[in-house]
């Protein structure tokens, strides 16, 4: 079914003049969309793709609608819409906010229009070496916004199966009519895009430098959504070799987040800086991103609370539990210290702008458990169980070589299997659902392994019910904005 309402799916036109951020969150770029001849300079395009990454975040409505959030109970934390309706599994209904599909549905196509000027100015201009990278970087940001789109509105991609399920639309050029037709294609119609978009990217984007790399498709950045990408397609051999690009001499150990280390140590206030710092060698793609998450996933009824403290303060197959930090808004009302608090000045005068906070997109961390997983699915066991150690070796306070050796004896037992694989697949979403609790990861791999979860409710009384997520619920599928279904596009099932 087509859409003929360009302002639903699409608000590029409108939005392209929106506040820019860049690093240091202090630039604006005006871009008059009917005069795209003014993009004329490598300066101007990059200046372009700096609006090439959502500017809104994912994270409220997934990790409320995953196993990483709990019912805290009446009575605890503050009541969110948008909380409350991705807790249930329901429709979410509010459509405005920082943290609503809605938004970063229209966040994501505002980022994919800048990608698609920017690639209309380039084809017009010859910018030499500069032009090449800028495009590379182009292409792999719009084949990263589709890839988000399309595992969050779309059902997750069924390697070696059918996936001729609605996508989502798939915009290759830059709008030049008021109404213009779209399509969702399938689900395997995106990831072909995807993958086109990815492969010339990564091509291009070689040897490309900025001035604030982690804020752009660097190299590195590059091969880690390649190789996430390929975990969810089912090519591992290309997960092994996408991982293993970003650290060519393998030392991933001593580059992930020094979580039970320096962070352990580091002044309460400066953890959140120090996790999401540019400056750190596991951040490879960093965003600035308008989101009120950590506070409602902390100090609302419906986030993280003690029973998913409880959790990541139990032990795993190493034998012991991740290390983490927590903030606290006040009983059973919890935060993970992962999320600065950031305010975008706009008028010096007046003290007025805008809250935002940083988001990773691509971590050093993600790419190596992302190969364990793959070296698993290859039957390469004891490159898989490599992998895992270096992985758990900043995690763990304390850490002991041959007390908190992950082993397949220890994970037999642990997980109470005979079956490597069944044991290994577990160990790898367990440790990547402890290490990355609240950074909008697990749901992708709740649907990616079909893992049937459930949420706790209580009620006035102070009954505790559960409800499960089946494998083959459809509300696994956010459902697409109000607007967009109300033109005309195809809503996904319920």
Same mark, same amino acid.
């Given at each position: ?14 939005i ?59 009575g ?36 994919i ?26 292409l ?43 399509e969702r ?13 990815l ?12 001035? *604030? /790399? %982690? =804020?752009?498709?660097?190299?590195q950045?590059? #091969? ?5 990408? @390929? ?15 970003i ?21 309460f ?20 991103v308008?989101?009120?998450f ?41 935060? *993970? /210290? %992962? =999320? ?5 000045v706009t #008028?010096?005068?007046s003290?007025?702008? @805008? ?26 066991n ?11 070796y ?7 070589a041959?007390?908190?050796?992950v ?7 642990f ?45 006035? /009384? ?33």
């Amino acid at each position: 079914m087509k859409i003929r309402n360009t302002k639903s799916i699409y608000k590029a036109l409108a939005i392209a003049a929106m506040t820019v951020f860049a690093s240091s969150c202090s630039k604006y770029l005006d871009v008059n969309p009917d005069m795209r001849t003014d993009i004329n300079t490598p300066e101007k395009v990059a200046q372009l793709l700096v609006t090439a990454y959502p500017q809104y975040d994912y994270l409220l409505f997934t990790e409320l609608a995953s196993d990483n959030s709990t019912d805290k109970g009446p009575g605890v934390g503050n009541q969110n819409d948008i909380a409350f309706d991705s807790y249930f599994w329901k429709e979410v209904m509010q459509t405005s906010g920082n943290n609503a599909p809605n938004t970063y549905w229209n966040a994501a196509y505002s980022a994919i229009a800048a990608s698609n000027q920017a690639l209309e100015a380039l084809e017009q201009n010859d910018f030499g070496e500069r032009g090449k990278q800028l495009r590379g970087e182009a292409l792999l940001a719009r084949a990263y916004v589709h890839h988000m789109l399309v595992s969050i509105f779309a059902k997750a991609y069924v390697i070696g199966g059918d996936n001729s399920s609605p996508g989502i639309p798939y915009v290759l050029e830059p709008e030049t009519v008021v109404f213009k037709d779209y399509e969702r294609g399938t689900v395997a119609s995106v990831y072909e895009n995807i993958e086109k978009d990815l492969v010339e990217g990564l091509k291009l984007i070689n040897g490309a430098t900025f001035k *604030v /790399t %982690k =804020y752009h498709f660097n190299p590195q950045a590059a #091969n880690a959504f390649a190789a996430r990408f @390929y975990l969810h397609k089912g090519e591992y051999q290309k997960v092994v070799q996408f991982a293993t690009a970003i650290m060519p001499d393998n030392n991933f150990r001593d580059n992930l987040r020094p979580v039970a280390n320096r962070l352990r140590t580091a002044e309460f206030s400066v953890v959140p800086l120090e996790f999401m710092s540019s400056e750190g060698p596991y951040n490879l793609l960093l965003a600035n991103v308008y989101s009120s998450f950590a506070s409602i996933a902390g100090n609302g009824r419906y986030g993280l609370g003690n029973n998913r403290r409880d959790f990541l303060n139990s032990k795993t197959a190493a034998g012991k539990e991740f290390y983490q930090r927590y903030g606290s808004y006040g009983d059973d009302k919890l935060t *993970v /210290t %992962k =999320y600065p608090g950031l305010f975008f000045v706009t #008028n010096p005068l007046s003290n007025i702008g @805008y809250n935002y906070t940083l988001q990773c997109l691509f971590s050093l961390d993600e790419a190596l458990i992302n190969r364990a997983e793959a070296y698993v699915q290859l039957g390469q066991n004891s490159l898989a169980l490599k992998d895992l150690n270096d992985f758990v070796y900043p995690r763990i306070q304390n850490y002991d070589a041959n007390a908190h050796q992950v082993t397949l004896d220890k994970i037999a037992a642990f997980f109470e299997t005979s079956d490597p694989k069944e044991g290994l697949i577990k160990t790898v979403l367990d440790f990547k659902q402890r290490a990355f609790f609240h950074e909008g990861m697990r749901w992708f791999d709740i649907n990616r392994h079909q893992l049937e979860i459930q949420h706790n409710h209580i009620d006035e /009384t102070g009954l505790e019910t559960f409800e499960v997520l089946k494998k083959d619920d459809l509300r696994r599928v956010f459902q697409l904005p109000e607007s967009v279904k109300n033109s005309g596009l195809e809503p996904n099932p319920r």
